[in-house]
């Protein structure tokens, strides 16, 4: 049973960067999309992109797109969220899921419905 654990969470200032990983333990990542999403205070878990298993699809939604960058290596079982030019609004806890997809190497999804295992999350705080 695949596992994930997020970490690289962390207090940064307006303006400055933080690279979240994903590492997956018990199962290998390698046929499995990621998605990764956030909640912040008062708001809904939104998406903010997705990876396939094969790297060949990344999507982002609008307000990553241009700051934050999906990237993931199948040999280290481990994806990546690299985020840049972070605002006050961009804290809260960040979370990444995974959807088996042997089958479909360009798949990935940001459906929460259809990713089936979830990290613990790891919170970003933004703040001088």
Do not use: H
Not at 35 to 55: A, D, L, M, N, T
Request: aromatic share 10%.
């Amino acid at each position: 049973q695949l596992r994930l654990v997020e970490s690289g969470g962390g207090l940064v200032p307006p303006g400055g960067s933080l690279r979240l990983s994903c590492a997956a333990s018990e199962s290998a990542l390698d046929y499995y999309a990621v998605g990764w999403f956030r909640q912040v205070p008062g708001k809904e878990r939104e998406g903010i992109g997705c990876i396939s298993y094969s790297s060949e699809t990344t999507t982002y939604a609008d307000f990553a797109k241009g700051r934050f960058t999906i990237s993931r290596d199948n040999a280290r079982n481990t994806a990546w969220l690299q985020m840049n030019s972070l605002k006050p609004e961009d804290a809260g806890v960040y979370y990444c899921a995974a959807a088996e997809a042997l089958y479909s190497p360009s798949y990935c999804t940001t459906d929460s419905r259809s990713l089936k295992v979830w990290g613990q999350g790891t919170l970003v705080t933004v703040s001088s």
